[in-house]
């Protein structure tokens, strides 16, 4: 997709953090954009802000409460606004939280959750759109770090995250022959309202092997996401750290496993 000037996305978590900054850059370069969250007044507030950044007079914005961990409401939701705004051209799901604990502290309640929002709610947004998506569409699901390597304190999550880039590699080899693009976005950690709620629970390791690396911002993460559409890239890894991190995990695995555990030993002294 090298244009974004009259197309239809439907974003999901587009209210806070790198969906939010995502859907301004949208507008910005003159899509109709939808977002879906839970929160009405979140999501208010954040339509107004992407709506002022509309380049058009014939831009549309709309946004739409919805729990994507509800299988029923997405498929009613995401029906309702293909009929209501038309099919997407871009859907990026966006949702996603982590809750960092030691594996002992995880509930089966947290994990359940975790992958019903994580996970399942990219699978039913998409179940939901693909049937009304056409030749020269793009999907992206929102990954993490966490996606390509394990991160002590965030079991459950990077169960889900996992998950989401096999669901995509799968996916795009299914859509490919039908002109549908799919990319996976594998963001760093972003100075967002998500991290900061993660931050209060991270366990002194995770917190330690997370150090080295730059916080990155929203805005950014949304350019290079942007641009990783634009170019057809499947693995959008934003960011130096990230890039060299997904390098190093790729051809030395064991460089990254020895930075890990020298992190977790530096904590626990
Ligand atoms: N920030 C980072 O450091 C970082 C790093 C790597 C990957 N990521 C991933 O990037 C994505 C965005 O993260 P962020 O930090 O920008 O998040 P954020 O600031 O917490 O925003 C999350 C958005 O998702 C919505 N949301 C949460 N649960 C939902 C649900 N069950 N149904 C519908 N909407 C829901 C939130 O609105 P409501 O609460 O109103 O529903 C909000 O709009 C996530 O997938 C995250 O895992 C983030």
Redesign the pocket.
């Known amino acids: 997709m090298k244009e974004f000037g009259g197309k239809n996305v439907f974003l ?9 900054a995502t859907a301004k850059q949208l507008a910005a370069a003159g899509a109709d954009v939808v977002i ?4 009405a007044g ?2 208010a507030v ?1 339509l107004e802000q992407i709506e002022s950044r509309r380049v058009a007079a014939a831009q549309r914005f709309a946004c739409r409460p ?4 509800d299988h029923a409401a997405v498929t009613a939701v995401m029906g309702e606004t293909v009929e209501t705004f038309g099919a997407p051209d871009l859907l990026i799901n ?5 809750l960092p604990h030691y594996f002992e502290d995880v509930t089966f309640e947290q994990f359940d959750e975790t992958m019903r ?2 996970l399942y ?1 990219a699978w039913s947004a998409t179940a939901a759109l693909v049937p009304h998506m056409g030749a020269g569409a793009a999907i992206v699901n ?5 996606g390509f390597m394990g991160v002590f304190g965030l079991s459950d ?1 990077c169960a889900s ?1 996992f998950a989401l880039v096999g669901f995509s590699e799968a996916l795009r080899q299914e859509l490919r022959p039908r002109g549908i693009a799919v990319s996976v976005l ?5 100075d ?4 900061a ?2 931050d209060l629970t991270k366990p002194a390791e995770t917190k330690a092997v997370s150090a080295g690396a730059k916080l990155m911002q ?1 805005d950014d993460v949304a350019r290079d996401l942007i641009r990783g559409i634009e170019r057809g890239t499947f693995m959008i890894v934003p960011g130096g750290d990230g890039k060299l991190a997904y390098f190093m995990k790729r051809h030395a695995p064991g460089v990254v496993d020895a930075i890990m555990r020298r992190g977790i030993r530096k904590a626990r002294v």
């Open positions: 999901t978590g587009g209210s806070s953090g790198i969906g939010l879906f969250a839970r929160d979140k999501l954040a919805l729990d994507v961990a966006n949702v996603g939280r982590a929002t994580n709610g929102v990954s993490s770090m966490a999550y995250k594998c963001p760093p950690d972003t967002t309202p998500g991290l709620h993660e929203p």
